[in-house]
């Protein structure tokens, strides 16, 4: 039996997944203002010089004031700048798919359910302030922002769409894109070369893991016919008993899928 959506209950999740996106943009702003603010500074401590020894007294010179300043070395900072326009091309792609999303009937439409429609426009719209963000960084080290999708995940959205039928195949769709999402930015944590990057992409990852896990229980209760026992605090006696883990099926959070740095960098 079909069961209504709880809209009281929706709200609150959207409340809480609005919480931890604000309190992860305040810490990965102030990050990014101080990698870039570093590498900037590395850049103009070192000498300019002509040549093939002026270039390697400069590369020397941008080295140690990288080690000085806690900031990379520009060969460090190009790979830290292609992982950024790779996030950024990644949120994009989720930006389309969420705005693609609101297009049907029974997300975005006058018949969809209110609640799941401000759900999915919230989500879009942290997709898109997480895209900004990376742009911004971008920017600011004097590169190029992205502003198309993922080239390799693209295609696979684009040949999706046409064969969605319902609220579930929308949702399998997003759960595919958080996830890649999150397991590159977790393995970008362990690949950049300052602590403020590895904030900032922690920081993100923690909201599209959250995204994750919430589609996860979402997908989960469609295919139950329960929609109404979606809850953050949940109803305990009410739930099904694999409820405990369907939204977070790993101890730690795998990486095997994760976009390299140049997939989504600008050419």
Same mark, same amino acid.
């Given at each position: 039996m079909n069961r209504a959506i709880d809209d009281g209950r929706l709200r609150e999740l959207t409340v809480q997944s609005q919480d931890l996106h604000s309190d992860a943009m305040r810490h990965g702003r102030l990050a990014l203002d101080d990698y870039v603010e570093q590498t900037l500074d590395a850049r103009a401590s070192a000498p300019r010089s002509h !040549? *093939? =020894? @002026? %270039? =390697?007294? *400069? %590369? @020397? %010179? &941008? !080295? &140690? =004031?990288a080690l000085a300043s806690g900031g990379p070395a520009w060969a460090d900072a190009k790979t830290d700048m292609m992982m950024l326009q790779t996030a950024a091309s990644l949120e994009n792609l989720a930006v389309f798919t969420y705005k693609t999303a609101l297009t049907l009937p029974f997300i975005g439409g006058d018949a969809a359910n209110g609640v799941v429609k401000a759900f999915a426009t919230k989500t879009m719209a942290q997709h898109t302030e997480h895209g900004q963000a990376f742009n911004a960084a971008v920017v600011k080290l004097g590169g190029k922002e992205q502003t198309a999708t993922d080239p390799k995940y693209t295609p696979i959205v684009q040949a999706a769409v046409p064969t969605i039928k319902g609220p579930g195949d929308v949702v399998g769709l997003a759960i595919t894109l958080e996830d890649v999402a999150t397991q590159t930015y977790v393995k970008n944590v362990g690949m950049v070369t300052t602590k403020e990057l590895r904030q900032l992409f922690a920081s993100v990852a923690g909201v599209e893991a959250q995204h994750k896990a919430v589609l996860l229980a979402v997908q989960a209760l469609l295919a139950g016919? =329960? &929609?109404? *026992?979606i809850a953050l605090p949940p109803d305990g006696a009410k739930l099904p008993s694999a409820a405990g883990n369907v939204g977070f099926p790993d101890a730690f959070f795998p990486t095997a899928k994760a976009s390299p740095p140049e997939e989504g960098a600008v050419k």
């Open positions: !040549g *093939l =020894a @002026g %270039a =390697a007294i *400069l %590369a @020397g %010179a &941008v !080295g &140690v =004031a016919n =329960a &929609v109404d *026992l």
